[in-house]
């Protein structure tokens, strides 16, 4: 049965991935979501890292019940769509994504994302068929909620340090296509040249680019590469974390200079007013 409380929502989001090029922030907290939505984004999504880090653990720690409840928090944020870092599934057998995924759909997002890195160094990387056969699976999942959530599929292999990571990237992408994902990304993948092959490769599907730290492209850039979607993971929460360690650090020393570029406190409690 339709959650009417998120159609519009959805709706939104995947028009945005129709045409043009669009930045979608991660927030970490209800805070942060709140304040991108001030600033006119149109969309957010969930950073697993800037999650994690704010709860004192390291990136993909966080079970699957922590994991919904944050996904619950920033919808609950703002009236924006939300994609959601999903990681793999949080689960390693297929009827358990199914299952992990439904749950996701339930916390009211707009998409979420699967990943084909496993977090084991031996073997980084679901293989190939394991790996098509999880996002088919996630697609059906979706599916059977009816409701209008977007899959996005996600290739690691530049993250994990695959010998070949550009084509089997595209290999992964494509088949990620044909298996149900609506919006594809291989976080990592940073080259023109690179990001052009990734969108030659799956379309007219739309693709996500990861910038997580400073580049020398633009927006418009991207968008000129065909880019549809661009995120930046968990940067704005290590800026954020930056300026904390900085500060701190000067605290320690017995220095104040570090709160040299912070917010005021009206600044903020007029951000946060009723």
């Given at each position: 049965m339709t959650d009417h409380r998120y159609v519009a929502r959805r709706a939104a989001?995947?028009?945005?991935?129709q045409s043009g090029c669009f930045l979608i922030p991660n927030p970490w907290d209800a805070g942060s979501a709140h304040a991108l939505a001030a600033l006119g984004f149109k969309a957010l999504a969930t950073?697993?890292?800037?999650?994690?880090?704010?709860?004192?653990?390291?990136?993909n720690t966080m079970d699957i019940e922590a994991v919904l409840a944050h996904c619950r928090e920033i919808v609950g944020a703002t009236e924006l769509p939300v994609n959601a870092d999903f990681e793999d599934g949080h689960a390693r057998d297929i009827d358990s994504v199914k299952q992990n995924v439904i749950r996701c759909v339930e916390t009211g997002v707009?998409?979420?994302s699967i990943e084909d890195s496993t977090g084991d160094p031996s073997q980084p990387l679901y293989d190939f068929d394991e790996a098509?056969?999880?996002?088919r699976a996630a697609r059906a999942a979706i599916d059977a909620t009816g409701e209008d959530v977007m899959l996005i599929g996600r290739a690691e292999c530049f993250l994990v340090g695959h010998p070949d990571p550009l084509n089997e990237s595209l290999k992964r992408l494509r088949a990620y296509a044909e298996a149900g994902a609506d919006c594809l990304y291989a976080p990592g993948a940073g080259?023109?040249?690179?990001?052009?092959?990734?969108?030659?490769a799956v379309a007219p599907k739309p693709v996500n680019v990861l910038v997580g730290r400073p580049a020398p492209c633009t927006l418009a850039d991207l968008a000129k590469l065909g880019v549809r979607r661009v995120s930046v993971g968990g940067a704005l929460a290590g800026a954020a974390w930056g300026g904390f360690l900085r500060a701190a650090r000067g605290l320690a020393e017995g220095r104040?200079?570090?709160?040299?570029?912070?917010?005021?406190?009206?600044?903020?409690?007029?951000?946060?007013?009723?």
């Open positions: 989001f995947r028009k945005l991935h950073t697993s890292s800037g999650f994690a880090w704010s709860r004192a653990h390291a990136d707009a998409g979420l098509v056969a999880r996002m080259k023109p040249e690179q990001i052009h092959a990734i969108v030659e104040f200079d570090g709160f040299a570029g912070n917010a005021t406190h009206s600044e903020l409690d007029n951000l946060f007013a009723p």
